[in-house]
Nanobody, 121 residues
């Protein structure tokens, strides 16, 4: 069983930065992959960034070069550093654990409650 709690969301202007944090507990570090997803109103939840237990990372094309996912295993934390934010990045951001077979929502059984990110023009 894995418990995930996100924090760090907020409101910023276009071009600004935020760092999201995910505090993990339970068996989270036995997970194959940790990921950040986001969901905007009227849209399906989409994968943003993923990090394997060996440190390998994967990013959605829309955030490559702007977002960075990282882990602090000693403190059971996962981070998403977001730079050059755009209004289209506005969404609820979720931390998730799983992803052994794919990087899609159905293969992530454990989820946090989400943290809101709002980017204004």
């Amino acid at each position: 069983q894995v418990t995930l709690v996100e924090s760090g969301g907020g409101s910023v202007q276009s071009g600004g930065s935020l760092r999201l944090s995910c505090a993990a507990s339970g068996s989270t570090y036995s997970s194959y992959c940790m990921g950040w997803f986001r969901q905007a109103p009227g849209k399906e939840r989409e994968g943003v960034a993923f990090i394997n237990s060996d440190g390998r990372t994967t990013y959605a094309d829309s955030v490559k070069g702007r977002f960075t996912i990282s882990q602090d295993k000693a403190n059971n934390m996962v981070y998403l550093q977001m730079m050059s934010l755009k209004p289209e990045d506005t969404a609820m951001y979720y931390c998730a654990s799983g992803g052994y077979y794919s990087r899609e929502v159905p293969d992530f059984p454990y989820w946090g409650q989400g943290t809101q990110v709002t980017v204004s023009s």
